[in-house]
């Protein structure tokens, strides 16, 4: 009896210490902590035990079926871009200060804004922008509404940087009356593939990839009023072969599809909304689909597969719709991926929605973006180029957003710690 007692006691001693070596592990951020963290993207204990309790869920729920096994069409060797927006920068050398940047960050990518109601500003078929005036005589100067989109085009080509032309953001008088200056698709979609083909026209074998619209799934993407999967498709499908008439190589990119659980009709689940196109007759019509990759309030080795909740996953329930489709030859390439290193209200107490996007910090943001681009690397050999959310701002006037902290480097060009960490992560890759 005694010896039972005895051999009891130890096993309970050692298991204490094995749960309290546990603890100090998982405290000081040791091997416990390293192995949740990779298992629940969760830097807190308390979240990562938690975390853990619900990744065991995977076991009791159907898991997407991703056929890593089939060879995806257009691959790359350097997957790493960034969203610019070099349309608003006035100045040429800060455009190319951009670019020199971006190349030498070792970013082979830029996810940039064709703006529509900036090339066809004022009327169908009218290239002409006279909305300024550039010499200060005071009279409004007319010029050639493409020559800064030209000017972007030349400097990706001088630094070897390739683009994704986002085509998108109608002008005024392509939209019914009483959606004029939203995102609303125009009233006739003819309208916007005549956009689309006159952009593909001009920058023909210069720029090849061309992505049809943002987050369609969103209701404020869409003019603020609910999202509509087969006109979206439609619009996909009639641009699609417009500009495959133009050239059969370009390559066409679906809108990025945001990752969203609401299924109100105004904004609709990313899975649902992508059935939907399917349906509509999408299959044909994309040659490449476009997702977003937010992590959003964990980070990016987060396994748990829960299709009710926003993590890093999200692009791989969509890929088991495209599977689900016969769309398993098809790549996702991600337009945009970041982690918001927003400042506290002490810091800045005037942010706007400040936590909607979650909170890191810039070391956190830094890390998560390098973290993200190595697990796509190593466990989705579906996944093609994905796009850091954003490069720069041209001006600080919209540091009120909780949006504007994911950049990559301020207004003035000073670097954030992530365009440090990119630019490391590429060279140990051998993209540089």
Known sequence: MKRRLTI?????????????????????????????????????????????????????????????????LHPVQNPIGVNSFLELEPELAKRERQMQMIHDAGIAWIRQKFTWQDIEISARGNFTDARNDLNG??????????????????????????IIARLGTPPAWSQPEGQKGTFAP?????????????????????VRHFQIWNEPNLGAEWGDQPVDPQRYTEMLCRTYRALKQIDPEIVVISGAIAPTIDISGYNLNGLVFLQRMYHAGAKDCFDI?????????????????????????????????????????????????AWNPVPSEAEAPDIVARMVYGQVTDEQAAQYAVDAFE???????WAGVICYWYFKRPDESEKNQSWYYFRMVDPDFSPRPVYYAIQSYAAQQGYR
């Open 137 to 162: 005589d005071g009279q409004i100067d007319s010029i050639n509404a493409w020559l800064k989109y030209d000017s972007i085009v030349e400097l990706a080509q001088k630094y070897g940087v390739q």
């Open 186 to 206: 125009p009233e006739d979609l003819q309208d916007f593939v005549n956009y689309a083909a006159a952009t593909a026209t001009r920058y023909r074998g210069r």
């Open 289 to 337: 689909l476009g997702a977003q990759g937010y992590g959003l309030f964990s980070g990016p080795t987060d396994h748990r597969m829960r299709i009710n909740t926003v993590n890093f996953n999200y692009p791989v329930w969509l890929r088991d719709v495209m599977v689900a489709n016969g769309d398993a030859h098809k790549p996702i390439w991600i337009g945009e991926v």
């Open 375 to 381: 697990r796509a690397r190593q466990a989705w050999p």
């Open 8 to 72: 009891l006691v130890l096993v309970g001693g050692i298991g204490l210490l094995a749960l309290a070596g546990a603890g100090y592990s998982l405290l000081s951020r040791g091997a416990v902590w390293q192995a949740l963290y990779q298992i629940t993207g969760e830097e807190q204990p308390f979240k990562q035990v938690y975390g853990f309790v619900t990744y065991l869920g995977n076991g009791l729920r159907r898991l997407p079926d991703t056929h890593d096994e089939t060879a995806t």
